[in-house]
Protein backbone atom coordinates (compact mmCIF):
# COMPACT_ATOMS: atom_id res chain seq x y z
CA UNK A 1 0.00 0.00 0.00
CA UNK A 2 1.03 3.50 -0.65
CA UNK A 3 0.91 5.97 2.35
CA UNK A 4 2.65 9.44 3.00
CA UNK A 5 2.63 11.22 6.39
CA UNK A 6 3.54 14.69 7.47
CA UNK A 7 3.18 14.88 11.28
CA UNK A 8 3.10 18.25 11.34
CA UNK A 9 0.00 19.95 10.35
CA UNK A 10 1.20 23.27 11.45
CA UNK A 11 4.66 24.95 11.48
CA UNK A 12 5.64 28.16 12.36
CA UNK A 13 8.59 29.62 12.16
CA UNK A 14 10.14 33.56 11.64
CA UNK A 15 11.58 34.89 8.68
CA UNK A 16 15.34 34.32 8.09
CA UNK A 17 15.13 30.85 10.50
CA UNK A 18 15.77 27.28 9.04
CA UNK A 19 12.10 25.68 7.64
CA UNK A 20 12.17 21.72 7.33
CA UNK A 21 8.74 20.51 6.74
CA UNK A 22 8.57 16.48 7.23
CA UNK A 23 7.44 13.60 5.08
CA UNK A 24 7.56 10.16 5.17
CA UNK A 25 6.60 7.44 3.42
CA UNK A 26 5.26 3.89 2.82
CA UNK A 27 6.03 1.92 -0.52
CA UNK A 28 7.45 -1.52 -1.37
CA UNK A 29 8.88 -0.27 -4.36
CA UNK A 30 11.09 2.28 -5.97
CA UNK A 31 9.02 5.66 -5.33
CA UNK A 32 8.90 8.91 -7.39
CA UNK A 33 8.41 11.45 -4.41
CA UNK A 34 6.97 14.99 -5.22
CA UNK A 35 6.20 18.71 -3.06
CA UNK A 36 3.42 20.28 -3.80
CA UNK A 37 2.53 23.83 -2.43
CA UNK A 38 -0.79 25.76 -2.22
CA UNK A 39 -0.63 29.45 -2.05
CA UNK A 40 -3.91 31.01 -0.50
CA UNK A 41 -6.17 31.42 -3.48
CA UNK A 42 -4.47 29.82 -6.08
CA UNK A 43 -4.38 26.21 -7.02
CA UNK A 44 -2.18 23.30 -5.97
CA UNK A 45 1.00 23.31 -8.09
CA UNK A 46 4.11 21.21 -8.33
CA UNK A 47 6.98 22.69 -6.42
CA UNK A 48 9.63 20.35 -6.88
CA UNK A 49 10.46 16.63 -7.73
CA UNK A 50 13.13 14.11 -5.84
CA UNK A 51 14.39 12.85 -9.41
CA UNK A 52 14.87 16.75 -10.48
CA UNK A 53 17.24 17.19 -7.29
CA UNK A 54 16.55 20.62 -8.42
CA UNK A 55 16.37 23.60 -6.22
CA UNK A 56 13.44 25.39 -6.29
CA UNK A 57 12.47 28.97 -4.65
CA UNK A 58 15.39 27.99 -2.34
CA UNK A 59 13.72 24.75 -1.66
CA UNK A 60 15.13 21.25 -1.55
CA UNK A 61 14.27 17.72 -0.74
CA UNK A 62 16.38 14.78 -0.24
CA UNK A 63 14.97 11.43 -0.85
CA UNK A 64 16.10 8.84 2.13
CA UNK A 65 15.13 5.40 1.07
CA UNK A 66 16.65 4.20 4.42
CA UNK A 67 14.84 6.21 6.57
CA UNK A 68 11.49 6.25 4.17
CA UNK A 69 12.00 10.10 4.20
CA UNK A 70 11.27 13.39 1.92
CA UNK A 71 11.86 16.08 3.89
CA UNK A 72 11.53 19.81 2.13
CA UNK A 73 14.18 22.14 3.95
CA UNK A 74 15.03 25.65 2.96
CA UNK A 75 17.95 27.60 5.30
CA UNK A 76 16.64 31.22 4.97
CA UNK A 77 12.14 31.21 5.08
CA UNK A 78 10.92 34.11 3.52
CA UNK A 79 7.21 35.66 4.05
CA UNK A 80 6.24 34.48 0.71
CA UNK A 81 6.48 30.66 1.64
CA UNK A 82 3.69 30.80 3.48
CA UNK A 83 1.11 27.99 2.07
CA UNK A 84 0.28 24.77 2.41
CA UNK A 85 2.85 22.32 1.42
CA UNK A 86 1.69 18.39 0.54
CA UNK A 87 4.47 15.86 -0.13
CA UNK A 88 3.52 13.35 -2.89
CA UNK A 89 4.26 10.19 -3.77
CA UNK A 90 3.75 8.35 -6.83
CA UNK A 91 3.96 4.35 -6.80
CA UNK A 92 4.30 2.20 -10.06
CA UNK A 93 1.16 2.68 -11.99
CA UNK A 94 0.12 6.39 -11.73
CA UNK A 95 -1.65 6.55 -8.29
CA UNK A 96 -0.69 10.17 -6.64
CA UNK A 97 -0.86 9.85 -3.05
CA UNK A 98 -1.32 13.17 -1.08
CA UNK A 99 -0.34 13.60 2.71
CA UNK A 100 -2.59 15.62 4.78
CA UNK A 101 -0.30 18.68 4.13
CA UNK A 102 1.38 20.66 6.57
CA UNK A 103 0.55 24.51 7.06
CA UNK A 104 3.36 26.32 6.89
CA UNK A 105 3.57 30.28 8.52
CA UNK A 106 6.19 32.84 8.12
CA UNK A 107 6.08 35.48 10.42
CA UNK A 108 7.94 38.71 9.77
CA UNK B 1 -2.43 27.65 -22.00
CA UNK B 2 -5.59 27.85 -19.75
CA UNK B 3 -4.38 24.42 -17.90
CA UNK B 4 -6.97 22.11 -16.40
CA UNK B 5 -9.80 23.64 -16.22
CA UNK B 6 -13.04 22.76 -13.74
CA UNK B 7 -16.60 24.03 -13.27
CA UNK B 8 -18.50 25.12 -11.72
CA UNK B 9 -15.66 26.72 -9.23
CA UNK B 10 -18.66 26.96 -6.35
CA UNK B 11 -21.98 25.11 -6.03
CA UNK B 12 -24.45 25.18 -3.68
CA UNK B 13 -27.22 22.33 -3.23
CA UNK B 14 -29.60 20.77 -0.87
CA UNK B 15 -28.90 17.46 0.73
CA UNK B 16 -30.93 15.01 -1.68
CA UNK B 17 -30.03 16.62 -5.11
CA UNK B 18 -27.92 15.73 -7.86
CA UNK B 19 -24.84 17.91 -8.75
CA UNK B 20 -22.47 17.50 -11.65
CA UNK B 21 -18.52 18.88 -12.11
CA UNK B 22 -16.73 19.26 -15.15
CA UNK B 23 -13.41 18.83 -16.33
CA UNK B 24 -11.28 20.36 -19.31
CA UNK B 25 -7.66 18.56 -19.15
CA UNK B 26 -4.87 20.08 -20.27
CA UNK B 27 -4.72 18.85 -24.51
CA UNK B 28 -2.79 15.99 -24.65
CA UNK B 29 -2.75 14.66 -21.32
CA UNK B 30 -3.81 11.18 -21.53
CA UNK B 31 -3.88 10.66 -17.55
CA UNK B 32 -6.92 12.50 -15.50
CA UNK B 33 -7.61 12.22 -11.62
CA UNK B 34 -10.33 13.55 -9.37
CA UNK B 35 -9.91 14.25 -6.15
CA UNK B 36 -12.07 15.07 -2.94
CA UNK B 37 -10.52 17.46 -0.41
CA UNK B 38 -11.82 17.85 2.79
CA UNK B 39 -10.94 20.52 4.56
CA UNK B 40 -7.67 20.61 6.48
CA UNK B 41 -6.55 17.40 4.84
CA UNK B 42 -4.75 16.19 1.42
CA UNK B 43 -6.62 15.09 -1.51
CA UNK B 44 -7.63 11.90 -1.79
CA UNK B 45 -8.08 10.13 -5.38
CA UNK B 46 -11.70 9.15 -6.32
CA UNK B 47 -10.86 7.92 -9.60
CA UNK B 48 -7.89 7.93 -11.83
CA UNK B 49 -8.40 7.61 -15.91
CA UNK B 50 -6.22 6.29 -18.57
CA UNK B 51 -7.78 8.01 -21.41
CA UNK B 52 -11.50 6.70 -21.42
CA UNK B 53 -10.67 3.83 -18.94
CA UNK B 54 -11.70 4.27 -15.92
CA UNK B 55 -8.08 2.64 -14.52
CA UNK B 56 -8.43 2.90 -10.44
CA UNK B 57 -12.02 3.41 -8.89
CA UNK B 58 -11.48 1.53 -5.92
CA UNK B 59 -11.82 4.69 -3.83
CA UNK B 60 -15.02 5.84 -5.50
CA UNK B 61 -18.32 5.50 -3.44
CA UNK B 62 -20.07 4.16 -6.25
CA UNK B 63 -23.50 3.85 -4.59
CA UNK B 64 -23.96 7.62 -5.51
CA UNK B 65 -20.50 8.67 -7.48
CA UNK B 66 -20.40 8.17 -11.10
CA UNK B 67 -17.65 9.33 -13.26
CA UNK B 68 -17.47 9.15 -16.85
CA UNK B 69 -14.42 10.68 -19.49
CA UNK B 70 -16.17 9.72 -22.93
CA UNK B 71 -13.91 10.36 -25.82
CA UNK B 72 -10.38 10.49 -23.43
CA UNK B 73 -10.93 14.33 -23.04
CA UNK B 74 -13.07 16.04 -21.14
CA UNK B 75 -15.05 14.53 -17.78
CA UNK B 76 -17.81 14.73 -15.76
CA UNK B 77 -17.74 13.57 -11.67
CA UNK B 78 -21.77 13.25 -10.46
CA UNK B 79 -23.19 12.99 -7.52
CA UNK B 80 -26.75 11.88 -6.86
CA UNK B 81 -27.95 12.07 -3.88
CA UNK B 82 -26.02 14.77 -2.67
CA UNK B 83 -24.95 14.26 1.49
CA UNK B 84 -24.25 16.78 3.92
CA UNK B 85 -20.77 15.03 4.23
CA UNK B 86 -20.35 15.75 0.52
CA UNK B 87 -19.26 18.98 1.19
CA UNK B 88 -15.59 19.94 0.02
CA UNK B 89 -13.46 20.48 -2.72
CA UNK B 90 -13.27 18.38 -5.96
CA UNK B 91 -10.10 18.49 -7.56
CA UNK B 92 -9.07 17.41 -11.30
CA UNK B 93 -5.93 16.83 -12.49
CA UNK B 94 -4.27 15.77 -15.15
CA UNK B 95 -0.50 14.64 -16.65
CA UNK B 96 1.07 12.56 -19.11
CA UNK B 97 1.61 8.75 -18.92
CA UNK B 98 4.57 7.98 -17.93
CA UNK B 99 7.27 7.90 -15.22
CA UNK B 100 8.59 11.55 -13.25
CA UNK B 101 5.73 13.11 -14.66
CA UNK B 102 3.79 15.68 -12.80
CA UNK B 103 0.09 16.33 -12.35
CA UNK B 104 -1.29 19.51 -12.85
CA UNK B 105 -4.26 20.55 -11.18
CA UNK B 106 -7.40 22.81 -11.46
CA UNK B 107 -8.87 25.27 -9.70
CA UNK B 108 -11.34 22.86 -8.03
CA UNK B 109 -14.96 22.79 -7.23
CA UNK B 110 -16.23 23.84 -3.86
CA UNK B 111 -19.48 21.73 -3.36
CA UNK B 112 -21.42 22.95 0.35
CA UNK B 113 -24.39 20.44 0.69
CA UNK B 114 -27.18 22.21 2.92
Known amino acids: AQRVTQPEKLLSVFKGAPVELKCNYSYSGSPELFWYVQYSRQRLQLLLR??SRESIKGFTADLNKGETSFHLKKPFAQEEDSAMYYCALRGGAQKLVFGQGTRLTINP | EAGVVQSPRYKIIEKKQPVAFWCNPI?????LYWYLQNLGQGPELLIR????????DSQLPKDRFSAERLKGVDSTLKIQPAELGDSAVYLCASSLEGKATEAFFGQGTRLTVV
Open chain 2, 27 to 31: SGHNT
Open chain 2, 49 to 56: YENEEAVD
Open chain 1, 50 to 51: HI
